[in-house]
């Protein structure tokens, strides 16, 4: 889970084998989840920025 309080942000996840989640805006306050460590234990490493692609 990720929470963020001062302004928007565009983030993911990054994963063990190197994979990340898809992108998403997250409001101040809000929370969001992402995927957790599916059947071969892949492990979030890291909460990096990122750029939600326009509709």
Known sequence: ????????QDVTMEYLDGQSAPCRRIAPGDRATFAG??????????VRTCVVAAP
């Open 37 to 46: 460590y599916g059947p071969q234990l892949n492990h979030v490493t890291g």
């Open 1 to 8: 889970m990720v929470q963020l309080w001062t302004a928007s």
